[in-house]
């Protein structure tokens, strides 16, 4: 069944070369115990590693079964592992993160078998071993001689043809080695192949056939007759390809969660520039969408067809709260223009409003009879100051509900008197609660006729701005650029600025836009490094983890296997890095919108985008360690402390 032909294998140490094997040529038929001794550093594991297509020679020929293994590719010998191998260990080399019976199962996951059956053969596997009572135990609650017993089972699982034993007895007391030794006689008259490396001269009394190396050479081979059954065949029962596939599938999920749960502190920190990266931009998203939408509101409020007028040049200039060049008389020409509505002038003055014994400071608002409506302000009770009152100077105010709240004690101030500055006003509206949320309640304002303001308060007859409101059927343009016309010839200059709704719509709409892309590149490269980092702990994970690597591999993994396992791993970690970003964006969400009152809108959108950034971050950031896992050779790895 074997047959090596002048097999040589040398190794590298520094610049030297070291030949292991010189030139072993053997043949092992089926059926037989052969036992390989030698001393130590003879070449015994070397050979076995060849044997079992762990290692592959320098030079020399082995066929197994007829067929040069030279020609095999990766996964064609990872196939020959997995069903015609069995490997047994000195150390044992179970895995510790999985129970007794999911190391035993474990080669026929890479086999393909389904898990009912594949867990039905590993314990009855484990059942003829004496083991059914450890099934669900850990391995490192098991004395070496169970732990031996576990990987003969586990050796079996797929059938283990050709039982390779590399000192298995090495790491045993003498009792539980004759136990092992038992077990492996017993599964030679049963038929099996073995090959047990030892240098225990007791133990090479069970094998039919003795092989003694020395110095990489075969120099005795003794071969005394004995019984033996055929073997009886394992049902392997494969799934189909795709089923299969599936099954691997969810197998390397569990495992990757395992392995993410062995290291909880190390995975929640790897995950923590996700977490930040994928809330960041998904609160700063849905703040922008707030904040764009609030304001919007506002602005639909006051109507988009209204122009200020303002002094100065423009909302740069810093002087602008001290030029002063707009008059009532600008106003007045404005208003006897076809093409507005309503204009008012806007006057304010902050002083101390007074009622009762309670004195508070406040802005006094002053504007025309339209000026509420001009401004998008309702009035909750009472009215509005008429036309006539504008012309009359009248005492009237209309107050805000802070006003109410604060000045009045929620009472209905209607009808009462106040002192602004020492100037007595009747109360006679309220506003309602204005909706639009950018008020600064911390301030009373009092609107009362531009008039009262400038004869009873400023005595001032420069005014703070003049708001117009244009006609449905005319050009909010047209009417901006005659009102700038009408004024600049009325001044002789242009000291004053005009701005439309809709400018201001566009100026916010450009403002919030500009201010997310900025945020949202942050966050991006605070991803990138979250990213990284998945990338940095897979690296240290491979290399930690590269004797578990050879393991899977020893028992028949194949290298895509090994790929998917990390990746899986890397993905999930982002994955669930960016699931708990987006809760903690949600979280921020919630403290913004029901606490602080700011408004923050979630889209689907960028909740989906965010989740498929995550997921990629994982593939592209996990491919290269899970790639550099999955390339490893089997016996480097498994050799790898
Ligand atoms: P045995 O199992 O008989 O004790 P081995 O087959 O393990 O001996 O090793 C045979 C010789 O090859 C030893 O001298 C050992 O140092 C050397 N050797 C084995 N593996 C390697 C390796 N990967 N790199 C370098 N030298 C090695
Ligand atoms: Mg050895």
Known sequence: MIKLENIKKSFKIGDNEFEALRGVSVEIKRGELVAIIGQSGSGKSTLMNIIG????????????????????????????????????????????????????????????????????????????????????????????????????????????????ADEPTGALDSKSGLVVMDILSKLHKNGHTIIIVTHDPKIAEYANRVIEISDGLIIKDLVKKDERNELEKQKVRAKPAFLAFKDRLVESFRMSIGAMLAHKLRSVLTMLGIIIGIAAVISVVALGQGSQEQILAGIRKIGTNTIDVLPGKGFGDLRANRVRTLTVSDADTLSKQQFLDA?????????????????????MRGGGADSLEVNGLKLAKGRSFTKEEVDESAAVVVVDDTSVKSLFGGADPIGKRILFDRQPFIVIGVLARNENGFNDTSILRIYAPYTSVINRLTGSRYINSITAR????????????????????????????????????????????????????????????????????????????????????AIGAYARDILQQFLIEAVLLCIIGGGIGIGLAYAIGYVANDLLGYKMIFSNTSIIVALITSTAIGIIFGYMPAKNAASLNPIDALSRE
Request: glycine share 8%.
């Open 53 to 164: 297509c762990l290692d592959s020679p320098t030079s020399g020929s082995y066929t197994l079964d007829g067929a040069d293994i030279s020609r095999f590719s990766p996964d064609a010998l990872a196939k020959l592992r997995q069903q015609k191998f069995g490997f047994i260990f000195q150390r044992y080399n179970l895995l510790a993160s999985l129970n007794v019976l999911d190391n035993v199962a474990l080669p026929s996951i890479y086999a393909g078998e389904s898990r009912g059956s594949r867990e039905e053969r590993a314990s009855k596997n484990l059942e003829a071993l004496g083991l059914s009572e450890k099934a669900q135990n850990f391995t490192n609650k098991l004395s070496g001689g169970q732990q031996q017993r576990v990987s003969i089972a586990r050796a079996l699982q797929n059938g283990g043809e050709i039982i390779l």
């Open 343 to 363: 204009v008012t002038p806007n006057t304010s003055t902050s002083g101390t409003v007074t009622f009762g014994s309670t004195s508070l400071s406040a802005t």
């Open 470 to 553: 244009v006609k449905d059927d005319v050009n909010a343009q047209v009417a901006e650029k005659n009102i700038i016309a009408l004024l600049e010839a009325k001044h002789g200059k242009k000291d004053f600025f005009t701005r439309n709704s809709d400018s201001i719509k566009q100026t916010i709409e450009e403002t919030i836009r500009t201010m997310q892309l900025l945020i949202s590149g942050i966050a991006l490269i605070s991803l990138v490094v979250g990213g990284i980092g998945v990338m940095n702990i897979m690296l240290v994970s491979v290399t930690e983890r590269t004797k578990e690597i050879g393991i899977k591999m």
